[in-house]
T-cell receptor, first 112, second 112 residues
Framework: QKEVEQNSGPLSVPEGAIASLNCTYSDRGSQSFFWYRQYSGKSPELIMFIYSNGDKEDGRFTAQLNKASQYVSLLIRDSQPSDSATYLCAVTPQTGGFKTIFGAGTRLFVKA | DGGITQSPKYLFRKEGQNVTLSCEQNLNHDAMYWYRQDPGQGLRLIYYSQIVNDFQKGDIAEGYSVSREKKESFPLTVTSAQKNPTAFYLC???????????FGQGTRLTVV
């Protein structure tokens, strides 16, 4: 089992729809959870971080964390073509506070 | 402006050569990291350093070496022992435990 798993996609949604991106992780004691957006050929940029169970909203983005199920998700409301990118889920495990484990990413296409 | 600077942006290596990728940060972060990204894959950790003059191997350290003589600098050498070095290399830093990573713009290394 991979430490951080994501559906590689591509996930295709129409403009204005909600895009739902999912991630599971294996270390039950993981402490912090991040979503990064990466455009082709560019470096990742932070979209959201979440540390506690529940939802965290920032503009069109909502991160959801369920530690019991070892599951974290990212919802993008009113999706725009500019949201088309690869979204990387990242988790910092309990035993390695300086080590962040990245998933392989989900490619999102937003159709105009 | 604070940030992480990687150079060069593109690098070509001949078979049997060692090459060094530069990474400099002015964020005053203690921890620095090197990741490798292959097409369609997530980030894999090569080396990381929590403090000056100390560094640890990541998941794919074979064929690579690093140094951390200054807080601001964390160069990566890709040695001739790395048989498949063609990839996108990302340098990152974090301000502490369980925190977000700040990335440089990346170096794309190609073997010719």
């Amino acid at each position: 089992q991979k430490e951080v798993e994501q559906n590689s996609g591509p996930l295709s949604v129409p403009e204005g729809a909600i895009a739902s991106l999912n991630c599971t992780y294996s270390d039950r004691g993981s402490q912090s959870f991040f979503w990064y957006r990466q455009y082709s050929g560019k470096s990742p940029e932070l979209i959201m971080f979440i540390y506690s169970n529940g939802d965290k909203e920032d503009g069109r983005f909502t991160a959801q964390l369920n530690k019991a199920s070892q599951y974290v998700s990212l919802l993008i409301r009113d999706s725009q073509p500019s949201d088309s990118a690869t979204y990387l889920c990242a988790v910092t495990p309990q035993t390695g506070g300086f080590k962040t484990i990245f998933g392989a990413g989900t490619r999102l296409f937003v159709k105009a | 402006d604070g940030g992480i600077t990687q150079s060069p942006k593109y690098l070509f290596r001949k078979e049997g050569q060692n090459v060094t990728l530069s990474c400099e940060q002015n964020l005053n972060h203690d921890a620095m990291y090197w990741y490798r990204q292959d097409p369609g894959q997530g980030l894999r950790l090569i080396y990381y350093s929590q403090i000056v003059n100390d560094f640890q191997k990541g998941d794919i350290a074979e064929g690579y070496s690093v140094s951390r003589e200054k807080k601001e600098s964390f160069p990566l050498t890709v040695t001739s022992a790395q048989k498949n070095p063609t990839a996108f290399y990302l340098c990152a830093s974090t301000p502490g435990h369980f925190t977000e990573a700040f990335f440089g713009q990346g170096t794309r290394l190609t073997v010719v």
